[in-house]
């Protein structure tokens, strides 16, 4: 049988950490991040390098000694989520490696952006440095990019009491009861429901109050195949349907019949729930459903 | 009519899903300052500024004019609002002409605009107050019934809807300010597309978009540039729950339409209008304003969709700019059709462009079909 191997963990680490003598071009860059600005140094053909480089990476000819402030603002070019940061990443929460050339810069630098998700960036986003509240000439004073702010949240909430009116009150009162009240037009003779108080053709109240019955004709529907939380499923079938004797349509639920063998011209029923559970709405109605008596004449 | 007033400028956004690098502000001043170069003039030439767009609560800003009036340099000037739902766009041209016809001012901007990806129309239009139990979920699921019932009443084939649908998607991949556009796209892509509110399928509704439109109008005396004609206005409303309301073929279109066609002396609008940009954001809209529209007899709307009268290379082309299927900023949509309108008859229509187009008719409606204004513009002075 063989033996367990042998396991220790081991840490190579110089005590203290290297240093690095950053010679003149990257200890500008460095000292200049500690105070809080950006600069690049520009080429002999003329480019501006961020972050700065001692020797042009094109010809090898050493840079010019002129250094420039480009940024803080920059266009990311190009980028890569990261959704699981491992502990040494500068960030805790998901972001984004991104490639980012300063406005002013003729190169890109890396660093990372602060996005929220991934869906947040693209290439051409607007980003900004935030700064690290403890400078010390490092690239770590950038904390990291975050997007220029380019929309904000704006809750609007009006919070208001309704009183529903009295006609509609003596209506629900009747759908209670299980019973639709509706109304008639002495001068017009037409029957509206829900009950109301004026005629919308001839502008004169009305006072004829009438009971309908609880059947109907479907005059035309449509079926419903977006969800919607006062229905039970999709798709659902909301109908236009007359009640006999009224001369306008109700919109309403209709069930107990697949969507598909919903016809104009069906002969539909209220189903009411049980008298215990109602109250003063429409939800008494569960629904209206075929009566099985041949389709009217539209 | 009143004093003759011309439309002189008119200035477009790009139509899109969302405008995230402009405000509101800045979006309605980018179709303000397009309208104003159009018309080679500034804000100092406008003597005042008409606002439209659609509810309140679809951008959740509540008295917009007021917040708008530094982006239209209209400190100083008279400003004000317009709302009739979905028809707000022409009701905004139409008060604007009543400016110039009433002799009141000169020259007046008109602007139009929705930013809907800033919320939802939906449920923006479906605010389910406690005690009513409306089922209608959206436009979609408003219109679908009164489409039903066309069909029936009609006899049209099911395809009808779908033709529309192509046409103007074809007609959009012309117009450089269209939102929509679907490179190939044919009959079986759009019967391929799922069922909404059905009878409508997804590629035959309207999209949501984001922009503005503006024009300038002036009188006669201020005309400067390509003018076009104000032939005749008209606005009509009617309750939306009447007993006997006919919400397939509604009365108020067929009076608003009876009352421009007189004022622009049209007797037989196929004959003698060259062209319509016409509200139609569900397909089936095309045949059934066909019919309200008197450009057919009842019943036989979809019988010239049919027959391809209605596509830019037929007798009466509807909707050459790709129409509100291709785009939908919902305040502009309306603005939108009377300022094509116009720029068929200034002949600078584009690559839509109507050939000789002398005479368009402008639509629009709103509401639950309830809300109606067009106008018929002209090449020449009436």
Request: hydrophobic letters at 40%; a negative charge.
């Amino acid at each position: 049988m063989p033996s367990e191997p042998l396991v220790a963990d081991h840490v190579l680490e110089f005590p203290g950490g290297y240093t690095r003598t950053t010679g003149p071009v990257i200890g500008r860059f460095l000292t200049e991040l500690r105070d809080g600005r950006i600069v690049g140094v520009r080429t002999a053909a003329g480019r501006v390098l961020v972050p700065p480089l001692e020797y042009d990476p094109d010809s090898g000819d050493a840079v010019t000694g002129e250094y420039v402030e480009v940024g803080p603002a920059g266009t990311v070019t190009a980028w890569t989520w990261v959704e699981t940061p491992l502990e040494q990443h500068p960030l805790d929460r998901p972001f984004a490696w991104a490639l980012i050339r300063l406005d002013g810069a003729d190169t890109a630098l890396v660093h990372a952006v602060d996005a929220g998700n991934a869906k947040a960036l693209e290439a051409g986003t607007r980003v900004r440095p935030v700064w690290s509240t403890n400078r010390r000439g490092h690239i770590t004073d950038i904390s990291y990019f975050a997007p220029e702010v380019t929309k904000i949240v704006s809750p609007v909430k009006a919070a208001y009491k309704i009183t529903a009116s009295r006609s509609l009150t003596h209506f629900l009162e009747g759908v209670k009861r299980g019973v639709f009240v509706g109304c008639r037009c002495a001068n017009c003779h037409k029957v509206y429901v829900p009950y109301r108080l004026s005629c919308p053709e001839c502008g004169i109240a009305i006072t004829d109050e009438v009971e309908l019955p609880d059947t109907g004709t479907i005059t035309t529907f449509a079926i419903n195949n977006l969800p919607d939380p006062r229905a039970p499923e999709v798709p659902f079938v909301s109908a236009y349907i007359l009640l006999d004797g009224a001369d306008v349509p109700m919109i309403a639920l209709v069930g107990g019949v697949p969507a598909h063998q919903v016809r104009q011209g069906m002969r539909v029923r209220a189903e009411w729930v049980p008298e215990a559970e109602r109250t003063l709405s429409m939800s008494n109605i569960r629904w209206f459903t075929p009566t099985g008596e041949p389709d009217a004449e539209l | 009519m009143g004093n003759s007033c011309a439309v002189i400028g008119v200035g477009q956004t790009y139509y899109t899903t969302k405008r995230r690098d402009v405000s509101i502000a800045g979006l309605v001043r980018e179709a303000a300052l397009r309208a104003l170069e159009d018309a080679g003039l500034t804000f100092k030439d406008i003597d005042a500024v008409v606002v439209g767009k659609a509810p309140d609560l679809f951008e959740g800003v509540m008295m917009p004019e007021a917040y708008l009036a530094d982006a239209l340099g209209a400190a100083g000037k008279p400003m004000m609002r317009v709302h009739t739902a979905g028809s707000v766009g022409g009701s905004t041209a139409l008060v604007g002409a009543s400016l110039i016809q009433g002799g009141v001012h000169d020259r007046v901007l008109v602007v139009a605009f929705e930013k809907q990806s800033e919320s939802n129309a939906t449920w923006a239009l479906s605010t389910h107050l406690p005690f009513n139990a409306s089922l209608v979920v959206g436009a979609g699921g408003y219109f679908a019934p009164h489409i039903r019932e066309y069909m029936r009443r009609s006899g049209a084939p099911e395809h009808i809807g779908t033709l529309v649908a192509v046409k103007d998607r074809q007609n959009a991949l012309k117009n450089p300010y269209a939102h929509l556009k679907i490179p190939g796209i044919n009959r079986q892509m759009v019967e391929s597309t799922p069922m909404l509110w059905e009878p409508i399928r997804y590629l035959e509704t309207c999209p949501s978009s984001d922009g503005a439109c503006a024009m300038v109008l002036a009188s006669e005396s201020a005309v400067t540039g390509t003018p076009a004609w104000v032939h005749g206005t008209a606005m009509r409303s009617e309750p939306i729950f009447r007993a006997g309301r006919d919400t397939v073929n509604p009365q108020g279109g067929k009076d608003c339409a009876a009352d421009v066609y007189r004022q622009a002396g049209i007797a037989d609008p196929r004959r003698d209008i060259d062209v319509a940009e016409t509200y139609v954001p569900f397909s089936w809209y095309e045949p059934m304003w066909l019919e309200n529209l008197g450009f057919a007899a009842e019943g036989e709307g979809w019988k010239l969709t049919e027959s391809g009268a209605t596509a830019l290379d037929g007798d009466i082309p509807w909707n050459a700019s790709g129409g509100v299927l291709s785009s939908n900023p919902i305040g502009a949509s309306g603005l939108i059709r009377f300022a094509e309108a116009a720029q068929q008859v200034r002949g600078m229509a584009g690559e839509h462009q109507v050939d000789g187009a002398r005479r368009a008719l402008g639509h629009a409606y709103g509401g639950g079909a309830q809300f109606f204004a067009m106008w018929v513009v002209g090449r020449e002075k009436p």
